[in-house]
């Protein structure tokens, strides 16, 4: 960027209107309550004219698994649907889904069509159900040759249909599973699905076994809170690195950044908030509950949390999110920001899953209890999860693995990647008494007696939080703060479902057992929670899990601490961690090798972006600048000196630069030529690791180099914004 397109940059910038957009109103230009116009955009069946009460009867049948869909239905179906969308103005109607690229995919197609020389809207029922796309396009890990690369989409009707509006129409977006040929899984949705069925069935059991016999349905709910940087759109488009990888690959932190931790909770700019309520009027349309908008730790970082709502649409909703968060920046001219780690040296940005369990009747499964039994429910339920993460922390580690989320796990703002269970201190004192002596009396407060006063009543007033913890127990839920901010959470979410059904059929089994021999279902949740909570107790950790105590502590404690996505995704190749997810049916064998193949060659081709990109960058921009100052420099000396004057300062800065351009110039060749080297005969594998423990490490030497030039040519003379630019809105 020459110094001209900089200064404009800035100008630009600096001059910014807040945008104003077009809030809701009725036909007389009142304003619309929220809850007026929430959801106006979804297809909701149930207020169809075309469909009868049978119809909906029969829909809502299939919606909860029970039948399948008739051609019938689906026929009647597309004629409501349609019907609703072309008077809303859509034009044209897709099927969206979620390849293994980690965004969403669509192919659009119009409604127009022909009856004979006329034309008309159609939408068939086969074009509702099922959609065609070349497969091979997309990631598929090597599991299929071109030749067999059909793929298909079909119809899930768990996930509304909903609308999008784009600037000069509207577009009907029918949310479908993706799944090969051989029926293989080539998204994250439909393990996602299989997941939440076995949920049901496996947690339907046991809440049968434990009395509560009007359950006939249960499903995990999710709340996704995602975190977010934007920046100026005049400084982006200035640097290569967050055009290609989304992440600022060099730049020295601005002396003030985080650390008056005056930004999180802070006042919210015009500019922001004006963004921040277009995206929420857009979200809302969409039926996505956007609750809770605030500033970040960092400077420029920002998040939005909904209320949750089940797994499956959950998923959904957030893949909307990050891409109205992206499309009404624009509108905002900023650019938003998904990257785990934009800027080095202050927080990256992450996605905290809240989950839990909910059966029909509305029992939240990790709501403490009001009456002791309930209370030896939510106990077990708490056990079972702890020894669900304890014996396959390594396979959830892997789930929230990726070349961004590397960046943060352990870097002293998000949690290590060692998976632990914070429970606070009361639920621990109270479940470690009860293993300790084997009964239902905990000393967690001194006069505490469980049998009379109940849990829920401790809770409400228990604010234990603990923002370290990757896998927090937060009064009603866990919440699991390791997932990157770009990722979808489907993935994480499959493998986390799958990992708590195994223990829990073993929980099942128990209470079987318990229950055939005569005792109570009380006592056999107990027995439930003195054998998980016994075995488990090692992965339970309360303190500082950002310290480096803790780090040497769960080494002790056996417990794993993969730290880069290749060390993480060489689980998928070891059959025995990989098994839950085979015997619970969530993943096929071949798709865990997809999965495995298209998560290293994810990495591999990220981080080889990264790593070119660098290398632009030093050769196009930070050498060629620091040596044009250089000889500006030098120039200066000869003048200063042949009129007679002092020129030791600049000796001195000549020197210091001089030295560190060999420096850069010499890394940078060192890198280069590593990453030339890559591709001989090395296996992906290799080449992965070879990238994480050798090259990674030289990149940052690499930025660290120009980030000392950064600091010491004049600012005219720097070839890209700086974090200054970007990390303040004005
Ligand atoms: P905090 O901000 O302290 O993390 P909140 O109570 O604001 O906690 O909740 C954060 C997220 O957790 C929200 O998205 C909320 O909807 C979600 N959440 C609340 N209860 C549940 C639940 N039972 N299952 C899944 N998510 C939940
Ligand atoms: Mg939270």
């Not at 990790?366 to 304890?390: C, S």
């Not at 439930?528 to 090692?538: D, S």
């Amino acid at each position: 960027m020459t110094q001209d397109l900089k200064d404009q940059a800035r100008l630009t910038a600096y001059s910014r209107k807040t945008r104003k957009c077009s809030v809701p109103v009725n036909d007389q230009g009142k304003y619309l309550k929220v809850s007026q116009y929430y959801g106006e955009n979804v297809y909701n069946y149930h207020l169809s004219k075309s469909l009868s009460l049978e119809d909906k009867d029969a829909l809502k049948q299939v919606i909860d698994g029970k039948k399948t869909i008739t051609k019938d239905l689906a026929a009647k179906v597309a004629n409501s649907v349609m019907d609703w969308a072309i008077t809303k103005g859509a034009t044209h109607f897709c099927h969206w889904f979620q390849p293994l690229t980690g965004s969403t995919a669509e192919k659009h197609d119009a409604f127009l069509s022909f009856d004979g020389d006329r034309p008309i809207e159609a939408l068939s029922a086969s074009q509702l159900m099922q959609g065609e796309p070349d497969a091979s396009s997309f990631p598929n890990g090597g599991s299929r040759a071109t030749f067999e690369a059909r793929g298909y989409t079909t119809w899930d009707l768990t996930s509304p249909i909903f609308i999008k509006e784009g600037a000069n129409g509207k577009t009907l977006v029918i949310p479908t599973a993706f799944v090969s040929y051989h029926g293989d899984a080539l998204d994250t949705k439909t393990p996602l699905l299989r997941s939440d069925l076995k949920i049901n069935e496996v947690m339907t059991k046991f809440c049968h076994l434990i009395g509560m016999k009007d359950v006939t349905k249960v499903h995990t709910t999710c709340g996704a809170e995602q975190e977010y940087f934007l920046i100026d759109k005049a400084f982006y488009f200035g640097r290569q690195d967050l055009v290609m990888t989304g992440r600022a690959l060099v730049g020295s932190l601005t002396s003030r950044n985080q650390q008056l931790e005056d930004h999180y909770f802070g006042l919210i700019e015009d500019r922001v908030l004006a963004y921040m309520q277009e995206v929420e009027i857009e979200l809302y349309k969409m039926g996505i509950p956007a609750k809770t908008r605030h500033n970040e730790v960092a400077p420029g970082q920002f998040e939005l949390a909904p209320i949750f709502k089940d797994a499956n649409t959950a998923a959904d909703n957030n893949q909307i999110v990050m891409t109205v968060l992206r499309t009404v920046a624009l509108k905002h001219d900023f650019v938003c920001l998904l990257h785990e780690k934009p800027f080095a040296g202050v927080n990256g940005s992450g996605k905290h899953l809240n989950w839990s369990m909910s059966t029909d009747t509305g029992v939240n499964l990790l709501d403490p209890g009001h009456d002791p039994h309930e209370n030896f429910r939510f106990l077990a339920v708490v056990a079972t999860v702890v020894e669900a993460v304890y014996r396959h922390a390594d396979i959830i580690r892997m789930g929230i693995a990726s070349h961004g989320n590397d960046h943060r796990l352990g870097a002293n703002e998000a949690p290590p990647s060692i998976m632990s269970v914070f429970l606070g201190d009361t639920l621990t004192k109270i479940l470690e008494s009860m293993v300790s002596s084997g009964k239902y009396v905990a000393s967690a407060r001194q006069t505490l007696d469980l049998g009379t006063r109940q849990l829920a009543d401790i809770f409400k007033d228990n604010t234990d939080r603990n923002r370290t913890s990757p896998f927090a127990f937060t009064g009603n839920k866990f919440e699991f703060r390791a997932c990157g901010s770009s990722a979808s959470i489907g993935y994480p979410l499959s493998i986390l479902n799958a990992c708590i059904v195994d223990i829990f059929e073993e929980s099942n089994q128990i209470m079987e057992q318990e229950l055939a021999s005569g005792k109570t279902s009380d006592e056999a949740l107990m027995k439930v929670i003195l054998k998980w909570y016994g075995n488990a107790q090692a992965v339970v950790f309360n303190g500082d899990g950002y310290s480096q105590e803790w780090v040497k502590e769960a080494a002790k404690r056996g417990l794993g601490n993969m730290r880069t996505t290749p060390e993480a995704i060489s689980v998928l190749k070891d059959s025995k961690k990989t098994n839950v997810l085979l015997k619970t049916g969530v993943f096929r064998e071949s798709e865990i090798s997809t999965r495995y193949n298209v998560m290293l060659e994810r990495y591999i081709k990220c981080r080889e972006i990264e790593l070119r990109t660098l290398r632009q960058m030093v050769m196009q921009q930070v050498l060629p600048a620091a040596m044009e100052y250089k000889s500006h420099l030098s120039q200066g000396i000869q003048t200063t000196k042949s009129a007679g004057g002092d020129t030791s300062v600049e000796v001195e800065i000549l020197k210091t630069i001089s030295g560190l351009v060999k420096d850069l110039h010499d890394q940078a060749l060192v890198l280069h030529n590593n990453l030339e080297s890559l591709h001989g005969k090395m296996d992906e594998e290799t080449i992965s690791k070879k990238i994480g423990a050798e090259l990674m490490p030289a990149s940052f030497q690499v930025a660290d180099i120009c980030n000392q030039l950064e600091q010491l040519l004049p600012d005219n003379k720097w070839p890209v914004p700086k974090f200054f630019d970007m990390l303040f809105i004005r």
